[in-house]
C-alpha cells in the first residue's frame, strides 16, 4: 500500500476508546468469525437469490479471499467494489477484511468518470463489479481501465452474462480452497474502508475508516436502537456501497450478528413487500424513500415486525416522521451523519418529529459514537451555549483522515483529530443538537443571504408537496436566485403563488421565496439513494426566466 492513510486522531485517544470497551478491538473478520461460532446457523444475508446462513456465507468468504490472495490481492491494498446489495458484495467486503486489504465500496450506477477517479487516487490493485447493473456494463467498463491506471491489476466480474475481456470470473475465485485459507489479522486501528463521501468537492471525498471506528463507533449507534438482546434484522434501502450502507456488513453482521436484508433496487412496492415477507425489526432508508412507500398505502400493510424506521442522507421533515409513525406503527430515527466523520440521532421515543427552536432536531450526541461540540465559524474555538456555530465532532467513530488529500486534511480536521463537518448547528438546553444548515448551502440573492435548508424545511409542510429540493441557480441580474424543484402530493398541482402565501404564513420574507417552480413526478436520484441536487439543479436552470 502506498496512497497515505494516517491517523489524525491522538493514538492515546483511541486507545483510551479501546480500554473503556467502546470499541471491541478486533478487526472485521475475527468479529464475523466470532458471531459464525456462536450462532452458525443463524440466517445471515436474505437477498434476491435467497437464504445464506452465517457456516455458508463465511464458506464463500474463505473461498473468496483464498482466491483474491492467489490472484495477487494482499494485506493493504485497496480494493473497490461495485456492486449492487447482494450476496456477493457482502463476501467481497468480508473477504477483503479477511486479507486485511482496504474495501473502496461505491455504488453500482455511478459513472465510469467517477469510477476512475476513486480507483486512480486510492492506487486500488483490484476492483469487485457486476457484469450488468439495470444495462450498465459495469465490470466490461472496468477493465478498459487496466491500461490506464498503473496500479490496477484485477477487474473480478460477478454476474451470470460471459465473463468480458481481461477479467477474472467471481466463479473462479470461489473455486480457491478457503479450507487452508488463513486469515490475516490487522491492526483494528488500522484501515478497513474508504467511505466515499458526495460533497460539495470537484471530486469525490474519500475517507479512511478503521475496524474500531466501523465496528465500533458505528457499530455503538446501531446498539442504541436495539431494544431487547436479539440480533437485528435490517432492511437496507439504501446501498451497502454508501457511507449510510456501511452499517451493513460491519454493523449488523460483524458486531451484532444479525441479519441483512438487501433490496438489489430500490421501488415503494419492493420494500413495502420485502417488509411483510421477511420481517425486518429495522428499516434503514432515507426520508425520499419513505415519502414514495407511503403513497402505496403502508397503513394497509404488515409491518407489526419493526422497531424503528432509521432515516439519513437528507433532513427529514417533521410532516414526513409524523406520517411515517402513524403508517408504519414503529419510531421514526432521525439520523444525521456523513462520511465525514459525525452522527448524532433521535432516540426510539423522540421520533424526530419536534419542532421547538431552530432548524432540525438530530438528538442528543452520544460520547461511544462521537462527541459533538459548536464551533465558532471564524475563530474555530467552542461557541458560548445557545449561539450557532460549526458542528464539529470527535470520537470512536471519527475516520482516519481523507484519503491521499492533505489539502482536505488541513481544510477538514483540526490537529488534535477533530472533524469539521461544514453544517451549522445549535444545543438548546436539553442538550439536543439541532441542525440549522451548511456553510455553503447559501444562495446570495442581490447580495441578500438566502438559507436553502429553511426554506426547504418551511416548504416541506406544505399540504401538497410529497418531496422538495431548493438550489440556487445563476440569474442575470441578480447573480443567483432561488429555485424549487417539487414532486406534488397525488391530485396536487402546486404553484409559486400558493408556496409564497405558505412561506409568507411561516413569517417568511417575500424576498426568501423561490422565484422558478419545476413540477416532477419524481426526483431524480444518486446512486446512493439522496435526491440529485446536481441534475436538478440543471433542470431547473433550463426553466429561469
Known sequence: MTVSMHDLVPHRLRRAWAAAGECPDLDLYSLFRAQRCMDPHRTAVLDDAGKLCYTQLDRMVRRTAAGLRDAGVHAGDVVGVQLPNCREAVVADLAIAAIGAVALPFPAGRGIREAESLLRRAEAVAVVAATDFRGRAHAADLAGLLDRLPALRIVAAVGTQSVPERCLAWRDLLRADGDTFVPARPDPDSAARILVSSGSEAEPKMVAYSHNALAGGRGNFMASLLTDREPPRNLFLVPLA????????????????????LLEHFSPEAAIATIEQHRPTHVLGVPTMVRMMLEHNVSGSDTRSMRALVLGGEPLDRVTAEEAERAFGCAVVNLYGSADGVNCHTDLSETGTATEGPGIIVGCPDPRVADIRIADVDTGTIAPPGETGEIVARGPMTPLCYVGDPELDARYRTADGWVRTGDLGVFDPAGRLHVVGRLKDIVIRGGANISVAEVEQLLAEHPDIRDVVC????????????????????????????????????????AKHPESLLLLDTLPLTPAGKPDRAAIRRLLAAVVT
Open 242 to 261: 454508501s457511507a449510510f450502507g456501511s452499517n451493513g456488513t460491519a454493523v449488523t453482521l460483524a458486531r451484532h450478528g444479525g441479519t441483512l436484508i
Open 471 to 510: 438550489v440556487g441557480v445563476p440569474h442575470a441580474a441578480l447573480g443567483e436566485c432561488l429555485a424549487v424543484c417539487v414532486v406534488p402530493r397525488l391530485g396536487a398541482v402546486p404553484d409559486l403563488a400558493s408556496l409564497g402565501t405558505h412561506l409568507l404564513a411561516r413569517g417568511l420574507e417575500r
